[in-house]
């Protein structure tokens, strides 16, 4: 079942051109909010960069009494990979932007293009049908009308033949009248006919060939264009996923920064540094 066995009702038409307003206009909303998003990103990942800038100047403004410290190594490298992340998450944004908002704004001026031309030939083929209809009207009226026409005549003359006998000027001018409109009779009436069976023809090529070959032809093209957009709105979800490989993999340095804490470990420097030699102090003492 698809658009070209069950569309072809006017109603359906008009459906089917409602539902493509619809989706421009979703396509619209959700490239407005998909830049929306990228800026939102961008602000997140300056408000990243400050958080960054004022961890490091913390740990620098101290970094001599924290000498070896393992807690202010892991500080810092810390306050380094939320830097890191900060500019992963704004680089995805610029390519959210780039990428899909930009490719979402191309299909949706594609969409509309095929909204208008589908429209259009959908108008042309029904306009030639509605003519050859409107032909084969007028036609029938002319027909109707040259047989009253004949049949007045035709009356007449039986009237005039049978009054004036078969001679007369009177006579012949009638015979000539209706002889003509005998003539015009005919010639309307293989107009009426040819006509007819034009319809007839084109209106089973209308019903199984234009209008199913123009509806099978846009369900083609507006599933390309799902499919399409099916793939643009993965590719903005995929730079908008802060737990993708990328961003996880920033987050397990920052997990490991964390664990390589090992509190046995942390004054070793600081106590070789300032160790007290008692030994040394005696000698002093007594020298």
Known sequence: MGFSTTLQGKS???????????????????RRCLLLRAKCDREYAAALSSVSTQGLRGALENQELLA????????????EEIENFGRLVRQNADQLEGGAVKQLQKLQVD???NRKEYRDEHLRISAMFTQLSEDVARKKGEYHKSLEAYKLLRSRFEDHYIKAGRCGRKLEEMCEKYQKACRKLHLTHNEYVLLLSEVREFEFDYRTVLLPGLLEYQQTVQEAAIKHWQTILMDAFQMCNLSSDKFQGIQNKLEGNIQAIQPSEEYKEFIKKHKYYSNDMLIAMID
């Open 68 to 79: 070896g410290s393992l807690i202010a190594k892991a500080w810092r490298n810390s306050m």
């Open 111 to 113: 969409q509309r293009k």
């Open 12 to 30: 359906a038409h008009e459906a089917l051109l409602g539902r493509q307003d619809a989706e421009i206009r979703l396509m619209d909303t959700m």
